[in-house]
């Protein structure tokens, strides 16, 4: 993790935010790649979820929502973590994963373990943020910045439905921005206090909940897949009757296998109708589906998906992370799939004469409008090959003589670091057809 962390900062993947002011705890900026990373995997994750489906329909709902939803949601009474406190040195750990922590005196030993240590009872912490809506700050203008992104979806369940030409089955998506004021944060951008989500919540018939679970389970492991993540750090965790949401009728969540160990990146629950059940009840507004089909009138079951982006993002950065001995040197790449990676291409002339420069900045101007490109003309070129490995770039173009006379550029493969000559006009294409 540590090295990964240094290459997140050299490279301008991940930034601490307000590093000038001595940073802000688990708080992250994105680099020039590192908001491309996350960005293409947002996409692919809105390309699977909305635009190759006609079951779903995206949503951008906003972050500040009536107060009210989260009395209904459960999470001003529940959304709580227990929290002890050290009297001696002041940090502050969650009761219920004190075996994960470290005393900060004493980091061979777990808070509590070390002769000094002196905890206090756990006592129940809100997650949520608060803040006040308006000029006055007093109880009844107290509004959160949203946990999670879900209760957006429920609150515009039948917005949707009205708006479009859905019927039960069918789902609704949203990529948006959640706060939580986690206790324990850490693991670099694996728990911070402001992330990103990509929800979303399929409404069913009750009774065909479980079978929609278990595809939407099936479906969510092949996506990960697709992505480029190794199938072998990936496995289920299901959770068991002590670790249900008080809203889930079945939970499993996605853990990979961190070098911290395996942890969760997306959860699949089956909310029943837990949901629309209290937003119906809190409201007043009925929000049961007419299945003029069969004219029965239910309130639909939810089915959810939930992955972080900035999990996910992670997860990729370490799944590709790998050095290897070349030539008597090690050289550190990012293999990403090209779907994923930053940059799709590095354009390089070998030299900075004899036409080189001018054909490839041509190429670079024609390559930049169709994906991302960055263009290299200074250093050796097995260094500026280097460069684009740790950068993850799939393919590199270099310019050379030939080039000149004939219109072919070399393209070298970033992982088996095979070369073929490509015409310049089959460039985009060849490129193209690779990178998705
Ligand atoms: P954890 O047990 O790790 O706290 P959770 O069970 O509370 O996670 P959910 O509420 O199910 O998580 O949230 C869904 C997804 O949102 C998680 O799988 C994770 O990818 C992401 N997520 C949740 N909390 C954070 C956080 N503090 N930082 C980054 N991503 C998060």
Redesign the pocket.
């Known amino acids: 993790m540590d090295k990964l962390v240094s290459l997140c900062k050299r490279r301008g993947f991940v930034f601490q935010s307000s590093e000038i002011y001595g940073g802000l705890g688990s708080v992250w900026d994105y680099g020039p790649l590192g908001v491309e990373l996350k960005k293409n995997i947002k996409d692919r994750w809105w390309r699977a979820m909305v635009h190759a489906r006609d079951d779903i329909e995206g949503l951008d709902a906003a972050i500040l929502m009536h107060p009210r939803v989260w009395e209904a949601s459960g999470h001003v009474a529940g959304f709580t973590d227990p929290l002890v406190d050290c009297k001696t040195c002041k940090a502050r750990f969650r009761a219920d994963k004190l075996e994960d922590a470290r005393c900060p005196q004493k980091p061979s030993k777990k808070p509590g373990e070390h002769s000094a240590c002196e905890l206090t009872e756990p006592r129940m912490f809100n997650l949520m943020f608060k803040t006040f809506m308006g000029p006055v700050e007093e109880s009844a203008s107290v509004i959160y910045l949203r946990p ?1 992104t879900a209760q957006g979806i429920y609150v515009n369940y039948q917005n949707v439905l009205n708006s479009s030409r859905q019927r039960v089955p069918f789902g609704i998506a949203q990529i948006g921005k959640a706060f ?1 004021n ?1 206790i324990t ?1 850490g693991n670099f951008i ?3 206090r402001e ?1 990103e ?1 990509m929800e979303m919540q399929f409404f069913v018939k009750p009774g065909s909940d479980e079978e929609w679970f278990e595809r939407w389970r099936e479906w969510r492991m092949a996506w990960h897949h697709s992505i480029g993540l190794e199938p072998a750090k990936l496995r289920w965790h299901i959770h068991g009757p002590g670790e249900l949401a008080h809203y889930a009728k079945a939970a499993y969540d996605i853990e990979y296998e961190f070098p911290f160990g395996w942890n ?4 699949i629950h089956n909310r029943s109708d837990f949901d629309l059940g209290r937003h119906q009840e809190y409201s007043g507004k009925k929000l049961e589906y007419f299945d003029q089909a069969t004219n029965e009138r239910f309130l639909p079951y939810i089915v959810e998906t ?3 982006a ?2 996910v993002t992670l997860t990729t950065l370490v799944d590709a992370y790998r050095e290897e001995e070349v030539e008597g040197e090690t050289r550190v790449v990012l293999g990403f799939h090209p779907s994923i990676a930053p940059i799709k291409a590095a354009v390089l002339p070998l030299v900075k004469k004899d036409g080189m420069p001018e054909l490839a900045d041509r190429l670079f101007h024609d390559l930049k409008r169709q994906f991302p490109c960055f263009y290299d003309d200074s250093g050796a070129i097995g260094r500026r090959y280097r460069r684009m490995d740790e950068a993850g770039t799939p393919f590199c173009c270099t310019i050379d003589g030939q080039s000149v006379t004939d219109g072919t550029v070399t393209v070298r493969e970033r992982d088996a670091m095979t070369q073929v000559r490509v015409h310049q006009d089959q460039l985009i294409a060849f490129i193209r057809e690779r990178v998705g």
């Not at 969760?264 to 959860?267: A, D, H, N, V």
Request: glycine share 12%; charged share 45%.
């Open positions: 999670e939580r986690e944060p694996f728990r911070t992330f989500q969760e990146i997306e959860g939930s992955a972080g900035d999990r």
